[in-house]
């Protein structure tokens, strides 16, 4: 069993920077895409960003020269760094793990029944 917790969030101004963190415990994968979903209240869950097991990096429109993905493989830790924040970007945020193959943002959210997911870490930003 593959687990992950998040951590990192917060409160912050709009304009400013917030790196959220998750742990990634149990992971046997060889090729898998872990990523960043997120969900704001009345609104559908959307993909943010994800890195793959080659390391290559996938991010939604709104977020792309913004946000940054990335993972420390050897402290099993996945981070985005999200800078420039704006209030629309408030939202809990939630990582998962699919297993199987290299993808994507798109691949994790197609496939989201399928992943493993972490509890959440709240963020908001205010104007």
């Known amino acids: 069993q593959v687990q992950l917790v998040e951590s990192g969030g917060g409160s912050v101004q709009a304009g400013g920077s917030l790196r959220i963190s998750c742990a990634v415990s149990?992971?046997?994968?060889?090729?898998?895409?872990l990523g960043w979903m997120r969900q704001a209240p009345g609104k559908d869950r959307e993909g943010v960003a994800a890195?793959?097991?080659?390391?290559?990096?996938s991010y939604v429109d709104s977020v792309k020269n913004r946000f940054t993905i990335s993972k420390d493989n050897a402290k099993d830790i996945l981070y985005l760094q999200m800078n420039s924040l704006k209030p629309e970007d408030s939202a809990m945020y939630y990582c998962a793990i699919l297993g199987g193959a290299p993808g994507t943002i798109k691949t994790l959210v197609d496939f989201d029944e399928y992943a493993n997911w972490g509890q959440g870490t709240q963020v908001t930003v205010s104007s």
């Open positions: 149990g992971n046997t994968y060889t090729k898998y895409v």
């Open positions: 890195i793959d097991s080659d390391g290559t990096p």
